[in-house]
C-alpha cells in the first residue's frame, strides 16, 4: 500500500459523542496499523451551526484517550480562497454554475415539490440564465451561491471498502450548492478540496455520509482528480436498538470520564463497537489494537452499545493499574479534605470491587463517616453477637488482620454461632451496608476505638 494518509474531520457543531469519537479511533488505529500519518482537520465551515466551545473540547477528547495527530489541525475557515478558486474554476469548466435563487423562493419550490410528493431537490432556473444575464447579476453584487451540475444521467458509484459497490443514479442527485452567499463553502467542496490537497489516501468516516460521497466524486471526476479510497464504518446503536440517543451512548468521551471510566476501558469498547478479530479475544492491549486492526475486521452489521460491557472493560482495567495509579486516579472523585492516608490504606481493599472510579465513596464512604445504621437490615441475633464481639475486642492484644480475624471466628464457634450470620451483623454494625470490601481487613485499617464505637452504637438500637 502507498502512505496511508487519513484523516479526522470534525465539525464543531457541539461537544462529539462517541461515535464520532469512534472514528477518529478507528482512523487513527489505521494510520498506526499502516504506520502512515493521521491527519486532524476542522470542518468549520457551517458558521451557523458553530459552537465555539465545541472545538477545545473535541481536542481535550482525543488528548485524553492518546489519539495524537500528525498533521494539523488544518482549519477550513483559513483556507476560504482556496475554496473559492476551485468553485470558480469548476464554473469556468461547466461543472457549476451561479444560482441566484432567494431563500423565499426555495421555500416555496421546496413546498410545491412536497405537495406534488416530489424529492424536494433544486429545479435548475439558473441554469437555465444566460451568460448575459448572469454577468449582469454579478455586477449588480446580487447574492448568490454556486451550485454542482449534477450530470442528467448515467451513475456514480465505487467499492467500499467497508459496504461493498455502492451506486446512485446521477437523475437523483441534488445539485449542491457547493459556495454559500456568505462566500464559505459547504461541507462538500471544502471535504472533497481538503481529502484532495491533503492527499487523504483513505476517507473513512461514519455510514451516515454514504449519500454524500456521490456528490464528492461527481467532484472529483470534474476536477480529473483521483478519488481516494473510501469506506464507511456501520451505525453504532443505543441498546434498545434505536438510534444513539442521551440514554444510551449519546454522550461525549469526557461524560464518561467524568463519570470514572478508564481511557483503556472506553478505547477497548470503541474497538469492539464494529469492528471484531477473528478470534474471541477481547481486552486488547494498544499495542495489539495496532498490529491487530484492519479493515477486513470491520463489521458491516450495526454495532450496538452495551453499557454493561463497557461497566465489565472498566472493572478489568481497574485492577489492572497498580494501586498508586488508582489512587491518583480516584483523587478527582473524593473530597478535597479526605485523609489521603487513609484512602490509600483502603485502595487495595476497593479494587476488586470497583467498577466505576466515582464508585470509591459509595464502596469506601464507610472509612471516612460513621454509618447511619438501619436496625431492619440486621440478621436474627444482632444483639447478643455484637455484645459478644465488643467484649472479644476489647480485650484482643494486637490489633492485626490475621488476629482479629482468629479471634472472631473462634468465638462464633465457642457460641455456636452462624457464621454467615454473625459475620453479616458485624459488618452492618461497623459499614450500615450489606455489600462492603472484606470486613475484618476494613476493621484493620479502622482501629480499634472506631470499630468498638460503632459496635457500641448498632448494640444499642437493638431492642
Ligand atoms: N465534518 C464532517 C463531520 O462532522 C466530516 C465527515 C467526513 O468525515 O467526511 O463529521
Redesign the pocket.
Known amino acids: 500500500m502507498s502512505e496511508v494518509r487519513v484523516?479526522f474531520?470534525?465539525?464543531p457543531?457541539g461537544i462529539p459523542h462517541i461515535g464520532?469519537t469512534r472514528?477518529a479511533f478507528f482512523n487513527w488505529l489505521f494510520a498506526r496499523h499502516h504506520k502512515g500519518k493521521f491527519i486532524l482537520r476542522i470542518?468549520d465551515t457551517d458558521r451557523q451551526r458553530l459552537v465555539p466551545e465545541s472545538l477545545p473540547k473535541i481536542l481535550e477528547i482525543l488528548r485524553w484517550l492518546g489519539i495524537n495527530w500528525d498533521e494539523g489541525p488544518y482549519v477550513q475557515s483559513e483556507r476560504l480562497s482556496i475554496y473559492k478558486e476551485i468553485a470558480q474554476k469548476l464554473i469556468e469548466q461547466g461543472a457549476a454554475y451561479y444560482c441566484f435563487c432567494t431563500p423565499d423562493r426555495l421555500e416555496k419550490m421546496r413546498q410545491g415539490q412536497q405537495a406534488k410528493k416530489q424529492i424536494p431537490r433544486y429545479d435548475r432556473t439558473c441554469l437555465r440564465l444566460s451568460k448575459e444575464a448572469v454577468g449582469k447579476k454579478l455586477k449588480a453584487g446580487e447574492p448568490h451561491v454556486v451550485r454542482l451540475k449534477v450530470p442528467d444521467s448515467g451513475e456514480t458509484s465505487w467499492e467500499d471498502l467497508v459496504q461493498g459497490k455502492i451506486s446512485f443514479q446521477n437523475n437523483q442527485i441534488d445539485d449542491q450548492v457547493l459556495l454559500k452567499s456568505d462566500g464559505y463553502p459547504t461541507?462538500h467542496l471544502a471535504?472533497s478540496v481538503d481529502d484532495y490537497l491533503m492527499k487523504i489516501s483513505h476517507?473513512l468516516?461514519?455510514v451516515e455520509?454514504i449519500s454524500?460521497t456521490p456528490k464528492h466524486l461527481l467532484l472529483y471526476q470534474a476536477l480529473d482528480w483521483p478519488p481516494p479510497q473510501i469506506g464507511h464504518f456501520p451505525l453504532i446503536l443505543g441498546s434498545d436498538r434505536a438510534k444513539l440517543s442521551k440514554r444510551h451512548g449519546a454522550r461525549s468521551a469526557l461524560d464518561y470520564r467524568d463519570e470514572g471510566y478508564l481511557k483503556e476501558a472506553l478505547l477497548n469498547f470503541m474497538l469492539l463497537l464494529g469492528w471484531a478479530p477473528k478470534d474471541n479475544q477481547e481486552i486488547f492491549t494498544l499495542g495489539e489494537m495496532i498490529s491487530r486492526f484492519d479493515l477486513d475486521g470491520i463489521q458491516k452489521a450495526n454495532a450496538v452499545f452495551n453499557i454493561q460491557k463497557l461497566d465489565w472493560f472498566n472493572g478489568i482495567y481497574v485492577r489492572q493499574k497498580p494501586d498508586q495509579e488508582l489512587l491518583q486516579l480516584i483523587e478527582p472523585f473524593i473530597a478535597k479534605d479526605a485523609d489521603r492516608s487513609l484512602i490509600n490504606q483502603t485502595i487495595p481493599l476497593v479494587k476488586e470491587r470497583l467498577v466505576k472510579l466515582s464508585d470509591y465513596s459509595s464502596l469506601a464512604g464507610f472509612f471516612f463517616e460513621e454509618p447511619k445504621v438501619d436496625k431492619k437490615i440486621f440478621e436474627q441475633n444482632a444483639k447478643e453477637q455484637l455484645s459478644g464481639a465488643i467484649d472479644i475486642l476489647k480485650g484482643v492484644k494486637t490489633w492485626d488482620k490475621e488476629d482479629l480475624q482468629k479471634t472472631l471466628q473462634e468465638l462464633v464457634k465457642e457460641r455456636n454461632w452462624q457464621t454467615g450470620e454473625f459475620f453479616m451483623n458485624f459488618r452492618i454494625a461497623i459499614t450500615g451496608s450489606r455489600a462492603t470490601p472484606p470486613i475484618v481487613d476494613a476493621i484493620a485499617i479502622l482501629g480499634r476505638e472506631q470499630t468498638l464505637k460503632r459496635l457500641q452504637v448498632a448494640w444499642e438500637k437493638q431492642s
Open positions: 484523516r474531520a470534525p465539525s457543531t464520532n472514528t470542518e461541507y471535504v476517507v468516516r461514519g455520509w454524500s
